[in-house]
């Protein structure tokens, strides 16, 4: 548990800054950072809370994770050049899914042909999202931030 607090400790210190010019220009490397994060994040909530005892147990790490990523969103609002986003928080969700499916594997047996598709969809809309989410979804990413200025009024 301690790996995944210090991991919550790094991600909520990079979302109290501006990340201007991060990737080189390329649109949605932040966004694929946000994927590995909240994969890497659910992965070490799982291995302190679950460990290699069962199997199932992906929901409350997953669970947790997603919450996680709900308040750092919502902590965003309040930063300056900052901005909450469903998109961010979809694809929070997408990493922390499937980072879940492989950690659950270790130790135990390879994936399966369809539980390999299932990663790789998730990771594969996980990644649309992160490029893609903002431009094509604006209304919709638009919607905490939305919720947020309104509650607290914020110009």
């Known amino acids: 548990m301690c790996l995944a607090a210090l991991e ?4 909520a210190w990079s979302s109290h800054r501006t990340w201007e010019g991060v990737g080189g220009g ?3 490397v932040g966004n694929l950072l946000h994927l590995l994060s909240y994969g890497v994040l659910a992965a070490l909530l799982w291995l302190g809370l679950v460990g290699y005892a069962r199997e199932g147990g992906r929901v409350l790490p997953g669970l947790l994770a997603v919450l996680f990523g709900l308040g750092d969103e919502i902590h965003q609002h309040f930063v300056g050049g900052r901005s909450c986003s469903v998109v961010d928080l979809l694809v929070d969700a997408c990493g922390a ?3 879940l499916l492989l950690v659950s594997r270790l130790g135990r047996r390879s994936l399966s042909f369809s539980e390999f598709m299932l990663v790789g969809s998730i990771l594969l809309l996980g990644t649309s999202l992160a490029v893609w989410g903002t431009s094509v979804l604006p209304a919709f990413d638009g919607l905490l931030e939305g919720l947020l200025v309104d509650l607290t009024h914020k110009d």
């Open 8 to 11: 919550m400790l790094v991600i």
């Open 26 to 28: 390329f649109q949605g």
């Open 97 to 99: 899914a499937a980072f």
